[in-house]
């Protein structure tokens, strides 16, 4: 094992046994696991260099992009977000900015932008530095999933890292493993995830959620010198529900239809629908939502190389 990746094998297991080395508090709030953002500091002080930077997809109000930029202000930050979800009241980027005050925070950068739009003209903003640490907490559909990967790679460092989180859902692990089979010079290097979404947990389940890797993570191994064996996060093989966006996609009125399918749900008219077809096993879902299909799937799980 060259001694990049050793260290990068080290970092994350320091973080599972011992989390963040920045402890969160009233200023750093948001949704991640303690060994996810615990993960990206010891990434960031331990590989980052004078020539790559740090990039995440996905900010909301700053957890892991200024923590981890708390915890090596002589690198690089740059969170991308245009603040399309979870930001009602279009406060977050002010709550970034605020809180970058309150921290003394300089190496932190907002852009405020589409991810397609940024990852397509990153070096308009990272100028001549290569990425070494991509974490990816955007838009959880199949197709942003895979475009955040794809965009990036001509950006990466040789030997990067890349961290896919809420990799629970079923969804985000196909664009995970469409990636890797479709570009071998990446491996999967770590995979854990949790039985579901932190919502549909006990309380005492969520606080491990929140202790651990929050709502399942892939972390990705830029592997330039060929080290690791091939490994994929499990999927399942059926490709009804991917086939059935054509239909969405091509109806007269899609956004009517997702609609619909909310007044469904409140009017608990879904029993009906057994009655036209029965939905197959593998996709009828425990809860009304974030349903991950991650039930039986291992936890911290390395890439058979490392062991």
Same mark, same amino acid.
């Given at each position: 094992?060259? *001694?990049?990746?050793?260290?990068?094998?080290? #970092?994350?297991?320091?973080?599972? !046994?011992?989390? $963040?080395?920045? =402890?969160?508090? /009233?200023?750093?709030? &948001?949704?991640?696991?303690?060994?996810?953002?615990?993960?990206?500091?010891?990434?960031?002080?331990?590989?980052?260099?004078? =020539?790559? #930077?740090?990039?995440?997809?996905?900010?909301?109000?700053?957890?892991?992009?200024?923590?981890?930029?708390? +915890? +090596?202000? =002589?690198? $690089?930050?740059?969170?991308?977000?245009?603040?399309?979800?979870?930001?009602?009241? &279009?406060?977050? /980027?002010?709550?970034?900015?605020?809180?970058?005050?309150?921290?003394?925070?300089?190496?932190?950068?907002?852009?405020? #932008?589409?991810? /397609?739009?940024?990852?397509?003209?990153?070096?308009?903003?990272?100028?001549?530095?290569?990425?070494?640490?991509?974490?990816?907490?955007?838009?959880?559909?199949?197709?942003?999933?895979?475009? #955040?990967?794809?965009?990036?790679? *001509?950006?990466?460092?040789?030997?990067?890292?890349?961290?896919?989180?809420?990799?629970?859902?079923?969804?985000?692990?196909? +664009?995970?493993?469409?990636?890797?089979?479709?570009?071998? =010079?990446?491996?999967?290097?770590?995979?854990?995830?949790?039985?579901?979404?932190?919502?549909?947990?006990?309380?005492?389940?969520?606080? %491990?959620?929140?202790?651990?890797?929050?709502?399942?993570?892939?972390?990705?191994?830029?592997?330039?010198?060929? /080290?690791?064996?091939?490994?994929?996060?499990?999927?399942?093989?059926?490709?009804?529900?991917?086939?059935? !966006?054509?239909?969405?996609?091509? $109806?007269?009125?899609?956004?009517?239809?997702?609609?619909?399918?909310?007044? +469904?749900?409140?009017?608990?008219?879904?029993?009906?629908?057994?009655?036209?077809?029965?939905?197959?096993?593998?996709?009828?879902?425990?809860?009304?939502?974030?349903?991950?299909? $991650? !039930? %039986?799937?291992?936890?911290?799980?390395?890439?058979?190389?490392?062991?």
């Amino acid at each position: 094992m060259n *001694p990049h990746l050793k260290i990068i094998v080290n #970092c994350i297991k320091e973080a599972s !046994e011992k989390g $963040s080395l920045i =402890e969160k508090n /009233e200023v750093l709030t &948001g949704y991640s696991g303690e060994s996810i953002y615990g993960t990206l500091q010891r990434l960031a002080k331990e590989t980052l260099t004078p =020539e790559t #930077c740090y990039l995440e997809v996905g900010v909301y109000q700053g957890l892991t992009l200024l923590s981890t930029a708390k +915890a +090596a202000p =002589e690198h $690089s930050f740059f969170g991308i977000d245009n603040f399309a979800f979870f930001d009602r009241d &279009g406060k977050n /980027e002010q709550i970034i900015n605020d809180r970058m005050n309150k921290l003394s925070i300089t190496n932190a950068h907002l852009i405020n #932008c589409d991810y /397609e739009d940024a990852l397509e003209n990153l070096s308009k903003y990272i100028g001549n530095k290569k990425v070494g640490i991509y974490f990816i907490d955007g838009p959880h559909d199949y197709r942003s999933q895979f475009m #955040c990967l794809m965009l990036i790679k *001509p950006y990466l460092a040789d030997n990067a890292v890349i961290l896919v989180d809420d990799s629970n859902y079923r969804h985000v692990r196909q +664009a995970n493993r469409d990636f890797l089979l479709t570009n071998p =010079e990446f491996k999967l290097l770590f995979q854990s995830y949790t039985k579901a979404h932190p919502l549909n947990v006990s309380a005492n389940e969520k606080a %491990n959620s929140m202790k651990n890797w929050w709502d399942g993570i892939n972390m990705i191994y830029k592997d330039t010198n060929n /080290e690791l064996a091939p490994f994929y996060p499990e999927t399942f093989r059926d490709r009804t529900l991917y086939e059935n !966006e054509h239909i969405l996609q091509a $109806s007269q009125y899609p956004d009517q239809i997702l609609r619909l399918w909310d007044v +469904a749900k409140r009017l608990h008219l879904f029993p009906l629908l057994n009655l036209i077809k029965k939905p197959k096993k593998a996709f009828i879902g425990k809860f009304k939502v974030s349903n991950t299909h $991650s !039930e %039986n799937l291992p936890s911290n799980s390395f890439n058979k190389s490392v062991l």
